[in-house]
């Protein structure tokens, strides 16, 4: 089964900015959609955004869509998440997942495989 590794996660004062990062060793993402989602006690996981395989990316929250990159680097079998002018409502776990079956949206469910998360807080 694949897992896929979050890291780059951690604590940022408002306005800040972080670059999150998705890797695994157990397979070759560069066929493969690759989705960001994020999870707070407050609100359930929803789709940040997500990158085609072809390097195409979509955002699916207007609240963060004009403050987020994602971008892909297929040499390095990873999957990158910028966040800039961070605000505390951004506070979550965040988690990376991947589907290898063409699907192309933001329900959870269509992906097969997703890593631990890794925890922002960003204070205010």
């Known amino acids: 089964q694949v897992q896929l590794v979050e890291s780059g996660g951690g604590l940022v004062q408002a306005g800040g900015s972080l670059r999150l990062s998705c890797t695994t060793s157990g397979r070759t993402l560069s066929r493969d959609t690759v989705g960001w989602f994020r999870q707070s006690p407050v609100q359930e996981r929803e789709s940040v955004g997500r990158?085609?395989?072809?390097?195409?990316?979509?955002y699916s929250l207007d609240s963060v869509k004009s403050r987020l990159t994602i971008t892909r680097d297929n040499n390095k079998n990873t999957v990158y998440l910028k966040m800039e002018n961070l605000k505390p409502e951004d506070t979550a776990i965040y988690y990376c997942a991947g589907t290898s079956r063409g699907y192309w949206g933001d329900r959870p469910g269509g992906y097969e495989y997703w890593g631990q998360g890794t925890q922002v807080t960003v204070s205010s």
């Open positions: 990158i085609h395989w072809n390097g195409a990316g979509t």
